[in-house]
């Protein structure tokens, strides 16, 4: 037999259930997506097996904590502890880097959250360029010290690699925060704005152009070919045309296809980034990609402020002219009301004495309701209702009504 005190607390058990369950959940497939993003940027490992200059994780790792909180924290540790156990070193030394790994995400979400605006980073061009220093070079080089040091200490590295280790791991952090993070936290999920966007087919047919100017740019010809250098520059109107035309979302899309684009191309040994050594190359597409991101976030962000500045300006005049239509019809009333209890106070009791009197409360009343229509006709003009007609006016007749 059930107890009727514990099928009151039932409820609450199911209910304090799903709330661990949820994040048990999200914690989950965040590191198995960090894993397995690890596992494709350590494909391109090439100056140490655990050091990689394409490292998408950090993208992934800084969106999931600025997104949906710091409790997903042991996932970022979790994806990068199996991550790095499954490629080389020991247990200790896999600790050690998925420590660095967890601060980098840890460490640039509260610094954005507190200096650049979390979520709303890429609102304005101060705060994306707070993103890109906080975010981009900061906490990257906590991650890339702690992990370099990792791999010294366990002996995998030696002196003379460690400056190498460190600026691999430090720049390819770099190009996961600024290039990923921004297309992760603008396109969020979890807040939908891409399921209400009813142009999203025709803003995908814009990448179009720019994935075809990008793969001759950076794919199509050899590395020794004089054409590459010349077609690269040509993506960079294309980005700027992304940002004008469309906003944020997209060109944070147009800057992750154009660096997919040219690290695909660098890795096959074509376009302008290639040099004898891979690793680099691939360095050189990180820093092209890095400073391009930052460069078109901050003219998309421009345009964005500036389009909430007009909005919000037209929404400041709408509900001007909205208070003064209100306003000049609710005062016609009580001058309506006035008018007509004169009127009848002088049929009912006609006093030759009070007839100046009367006739001054009339004329000002007529003034004050010329006075109102004037103001209703400002606020129809301002909203397009009615069009000034000019005519011309007898100026003498004028300055006597303003002797009056």
């Known amino acids: 037999m059930t107890c009727k005190p514990c099928l009151s607390r039932l409820p609450l058990a199911i209910s304090a259930d799903a709330s661990l369950f949820k994040?048990?959940?999200?914690?989950?497939?965040?590191?198995?997506?960090?894993?397995?993003?690890?596992?494709?940027?350590?494909?391109?490992?090439?100056?140490?097996?655990?050091?990689?200059?394409?490292?998408?994780?950090?993208?992934?790792?800084?969106?999931?904590?600025?997104v949906f909180g710091s409790r997903l924290w042991p996932g970022i540790f979790l994806g990068a502890f199996f991550a790095n156990i499954t490629t080389a070193g020991s247990v200790w030394i896999s600790l050690g880097i998925a420590l660095g790994n967890t601060h980098e995400a840890a460490l640039g979400a509260y610094l954005v959250n507190r200096f650049a605006g979390g979520q709303r980073a890429f609102d304005v061009p101060q705060d994306v360029l707070k993103f890109a220093a906080l975010a981009g070079v900061a906490s990257t080089a906590v991650s890339a010290t702690i992990g370099a040091t990792s791999l010294y200490l366990g002996g995998l590295v030696n002196a003379s690699l460690y400056w190498d280790v460190w600026i691999t791991w430090w720049l390819g952090d770099m190009a996961g925060a600024l290039v990923?993070?921004?297309?992760?936290?603008?396109?969020?999920?979890?807040?939908?704005?891409?399921?209400?966007?009813?142009?999203?087919?025709?803003?995908?047919?814009?990448?179009?152009?720019?994935?075809?100017?990008?793969?001759?740019?950076?794919?199509?010809?050899?590395?020794?070919?004089?054409?590459?250098?010349?077609?690269?520059?040509l993506s960079i109107p294309f980005l700027l045309w992304t940002a004008v035309r469309f906003g944020r979302r997209e060109s944070a899309a147009a800057v992750f296809l154009l660096t997919v684009i040219a690290i695909w191309g660098t890795v096959n040994g074509r376009g302008p980034f290639v040099r004898v050594k891979p690793n680099e190359s691939l360095l050189l597409v990180q820093e092209f990609a890095g400073m391009i991101a930052v460069m078109i976030m901050m003219l998309s962000a421009a345009i964005w402020s500036r389009k909430q500045a007009e909005e919000a300006l037209r929404e400041t005049d709408r509900r001007k002219d909205e208070f003064l239509a209100t306003l000049g019809h609710e005062l016609r009333n009580p001058l309506g009301v006035i008018s007509t209890a004169i009127q009848v106070r002088m049929k009912l009791a006609p006093d030759p004495e009070l007839q100046d009197l009367r006739d001054t409360i009339e004329l000002e009343v007529k003034q004050l309701t010329r006075l109102l229509d004037d103001l209703l006709d400002v606020s129809r003009i301002a909203g397009g209702v009615i069009r000034l007609r000019k005519e011309g006016c007898d100026l003498t007749t004028m300055v006597r009504e303003v002797v009056k």
Do not use: E, M, N
């Open 23 to 66: 994040p048990l959940v999200a914690i989950t497939l965040l590191a198995i997506t960090y894993f397995v993003s690890a596992k494709l940027g350590l494909v391109l490992a090439l100056v140490h097996p655990s050091a990689t200059a394409v490292w998408p994780p950090t993208g992934i790792a800084l969106a999931a904590i600025i």
């Open 180 to 233: 990923l993070a921004p297309l992760l936290i603008l396109w969020d999920w979890h807040s939908r704005a891409f399921l209400r966007d009813q142009d999203l087919y025709d803003r995908c047919l814009a990448l179009i152009p720019l994935a075809g100017i990008g793969y001759l740019g950076f794919a199509a010809f050899p590395a020794d070919s004089l054409r590459t250098f010349s077609i690269a520059f």
